[in-house]
């Protein structure tokens, strides 16, 4: 080959895969399958874990209190890393981040399945985290830039898919591959998910625009002591107990960390975090209606499998699979929901999605040990439904308000209060589920002191188990046992049933913040003004 020869050949455009098939056109539609992979693997990983968490305590030994950093530690990386994204996207590119946070996922799964102790899984845990917690920001904005203005409730559809189902598939999957495989392959399972997402990612994406910013290193050191010790005391509160010094002092700490982070972040020019998002009217309701419907909805979430098992007895993959026809339905409703944005007022959806999901709470409400699957499933779609509907119409409206320009801080933010609000409610109903568990045992314990009716229950069984060859006072002790757990049960079912109208009560509030936010803005030349601003 002559020198002029190679010269051509080294500045000749190399061909990228699917160059023949992606065009300006048809580009959102390609973006999407990357970004809903993404978004796919990360939720279902924090959601698959939770079935697997008592067969990694029989394989490594250690305290249940150890044991819970392999879920605390994940979830507390990933919302340090969250808020970061629309800087780091900025300075870096959004879709090399995207890119190489999907590749590393893929590669702390397969060290997390290889883990070798407790300490080495939480260690790949809290690292998957902060990758994770990259994906999920980064993808959203992606794929908000990738889709003009009139569609991009269709955008958050598909990414509202790729969220909504991994939780409806992941405690399924989980029990399955557990109880069939190890608890190792839930990692596994990662792998030619996250390798196809990574490839995809790489070819299919086109990068967004980049700025140079300098790194504000107080505000982040002050972000990443605030939220960590913020999270970490809401989760802990029940087990601690929310008067413990610990706790307490946990929310000190997070306290006076957040006030320095708003002087530092107010006061500098390019600060980690722009605050003046919340500026937007329509964006500060949007994200303080996700916090709301975040607490109820995630609280609801975390109170429907523990009854199924503790009070029905249903296995973990009995539970998924019971909860499995809720995601099949969002799956279902999520496309119609995002064209639906574009013929009715969002507001609108937006209140027939909560209504239908707190229905849905009230509802669970009447769950007892008798409540047959088929309710219990038409309940869940009835909920599923709603939050399909509720959160693309949520979402566009919320950052459609949003300059593109700052998509990448406008993301990362909401996305780190849903965390906080969705923390907050699981915390509100453990607490709420625990404190009438112990009124109404109080309540039937007086109740049963007074009653004729129990002295005769616990005369027949003492008979019955005389009957069968027990002691007068071994018959009498059992009975009284027996009786006690079936009261025990009977409080926990009404404990059940009045956290989840809490839930529902909480969701209904999410409705009052939707009033203040704006239609959306569609004139199709704002596109084109954003765009001359970026550049």
Known sequence: MNATAAATARTRPS?????????DQNYMWWASIPIMLGMFLVVMDATIVNVALPHILAAFGGSVEDLEWVSTGYMLSAAVMMPTTGFLGDRFGRKRLYSIATVLFTVLSGFCGLAWNLG????????QGVVGGAIQPLGQSLLYEAFPRERR????????????MAPALGPTLGGYLVDNLSWRSIFYINLPVGILASFLSLAILRESPMRKASFDFWGFLLMATFLPTLLLAISQGNSKGWHSFFII?????SAVAFGAFLIVVLWRQEPIVDLSIFANVTYAAGTISGVVLGIGLFGATFLLPLFLQNIQGLTAFQTGLLMLPQGAVMGLV?????ALIQRIEARIQLGIGM?????????QAHLNVATPPALIILWTIIGGTGRALAFPAMNVTSLSAVPIRKIGQATGLYNVTRQVGGAFGVAIVGTVLIQRQIFHQCILGQAMAITDNVHGFLAHASQLLITGGASPYTAHLQAAMALGQLAAKQASVWAFQDSFRVAGMVSILG????????????DPQEDQLEALAVE
């Open 15 to 23: 061909r990228r895969p699917f160059e023949g098939l992606i065009t």
């Open 249 to 253: 002092g946990l929310f000190a700490v």
């Open 153 to 164: 409730g269709v955008a958050m559809a598909i990414i509202g898919f790729g969220a909504m």
């Open 334 to 338: 999520m496309p119609i929901s995002g």
């Open 511 to 522: 409705i009052i913040p939707a009033f203040f936010m704006k239609p959306r803005n569609s």
């Open 355 to 363: 209504a239908l999901l707190s229905g849905s709470m009230f509802l």
């Open 120 to 127: 080495s899984l939480v260690l790949f845990r809290v690292l």
